[in-house]
């Protein structure tokens, strides 16, 4: 260990005027918004030409997870884990006749994901696999 001060470490007032110096020249000359200022038009424009901007509501939901079995148009359904990687498979006709024609394929492909879990850590907020829908 060497015996130096602590001041060694820091710059001298000739280096911390320089970094103010370097600092002041890239600042940029139009300043934020603060707190309790209104935004932008454009800022508000932008959020209404968003494909999202009616609630995300464009009919299939997120990739068709929030139709009905009997609504789906694909004859095989898959839904993978992001978790462990995992990808489950089933034809519509056999998820209709395993949970009706009535169910959420977002339920059904989460229980096809939670009857074969493997990662189990016995914390049920930790539990399960974590879906990702494809239809």
Same mark, same amino acid.
């Given at each position: 260990?060497?015996?130096?001060?602590?001041?060694?470490?820091?710059?001298?007032?000739? #280096?911390?005027?320089?970094?103010?110096?370097?600092?002041? @020249?890239?600042?940029?000359?139009?300043?934020?918004?603060?707190?309790?200022?209104?935004?932008?038009?454009?800022?508000? #424009?932008?959020?209404?030409?968003?494909?999202?901007?009616?609630?995300?509501?464009?009919?299939? *939901?997120?990739?068709?997870?929030?139709? @009905?079995?009997?609504?789906?148009?694909?004859? +095989?359904?898959?839904?993978?884990?992001?978790?462990?990687?995992?990808?489950?498979?089933? #034809?519509?006709?056999?998820?209709?006749? +395993? =949970?009706?024609?009535?169910?959420?394929?977002?339920?059904? *492909?989460?229980?096809?994901?939670?009857?074969?879990?493997?990662?189990?850590?016995?914390?049920?907020?930790?539990?399960?696999?974590?879906?990702? =829908?494809?239809?």
């Amino acid at each position: 260990m060497t015996d130096h001060p602590a001041s060694w470490r820091m710059p001298t007032p000739k #280096q911390i005027d320089k970094m103010a110096a370097a600092v002041a @020249r890239k600042a940029s000359p139009a300043p934020g918004l603060a707190p309790d200022d209104d935004l932008p038009p454009e800022y508000w #424009q932008a959020l209404l030409d968003d494909a999202g901007a009616d609630g995300g509501h464009s009919g299939l *939901g997120a990739s068709g997870r929030l139709l @009905r079995l009997s609504e789906i148009p694909q004859h +095989l359904l898959r839904v993978g884990c992001r978790r462990c990687g995992r990808t489950v498979e089933i #034809q519509k006709v056999d998820a209709a006749r +395993l =949970y009706g024609p009535d169910a959420i394929w977002r339920d059904v *492909g989460q229980r096809l994901l939670d009857n074969t879990c493997t990662n189990r850590t016995g914390r049920h907020e930790e539990d399960g696999c974590w879906p990702s =829908y494809e239809t």
